[in-house]
């Protein structure tokens, strides 16, 4: 009896250190799985010149390796000079620096249905940047959520970017 109250209480402890928050952010960061070096985004394509002058065209392609009903998404413009990496990714898989965030957004992978926010537009704006930034390469960049691969339980995220030049 006495046992099984202090395994009780060992398991409640447990239970409280793994549900406080700073601790759980970083073993999250750590366990989360975020594969690079593949690349959905279509356009725009490398070296293209983006100005605030006229939107880029946008085009995406989900991997949707487990066959979900639909793709998460959000879409970002990052500073250069190097493509990001899953370490620019902070612990909710958002960029701790970025130029404009796009949004989030939910693709229909079979067709469907649409879903609220729906598929991003087929282009995107460009706001006026620091003037360092003219004549640079920044990162248009999308981060998939694949969400309940077997047997994996938790998230996974595919990170594609693609190099343009800021005209200004
Ligand atoms: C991650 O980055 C995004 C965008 O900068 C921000 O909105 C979010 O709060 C950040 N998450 C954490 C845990 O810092
Ligand atoms: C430009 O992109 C924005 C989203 O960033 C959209 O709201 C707007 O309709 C687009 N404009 C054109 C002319 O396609």
């Not at 366990?31 to 880029?56: C, D, L, W, Y």
Request: glycine share 8%; hydrophobic share 35%.
């Amino acid at each position: 009896m006495q046992f099984l109250t202090v395994l009780t209480t060992l398991l409640a402890l447990g239970g409280s250190v793994l549900a406080s928050p700073t601790p759980q952010n970083d073993n999250l960061h750590r366990r989360q799985k975020i594969i690079t070096g593949v690349n959905g985004i279509s356009a725009p394509t490398g070296g293209e010149t983006i100005s605030t002058t006229s939107n880029f065209t946008f085009t995406y392609k989900p991997f949707d390796y487990c066959f979900e009903d639909f793709s998460a998404v959000s879409i970002w413009l990052v500073p250069g000079p190097n493509a990001p990496t899953a370490s620019s990714l902070n612990a909710t898989q958002g960029f701790s620096q970025y130029l404009v965030a796009y949004g989030e957004w939910l693709y229909d992978d079979d067709g469907v249905y649409v879903l609220a926010p729906g598929p991003p537009p087929p282009s995107f704006s460009v706001p006026e940047l620091d003037p360092s930034y003219v004549g640079s390469t920044v990162y248009v960049a999308v981060v998939e959520i694949v969400d309940g691969c077997p047997p994996e339980s938790t998230p996974e995220y595919i990170l594609s970017s693609v190099g343009v030049v800021y005209a200004g």
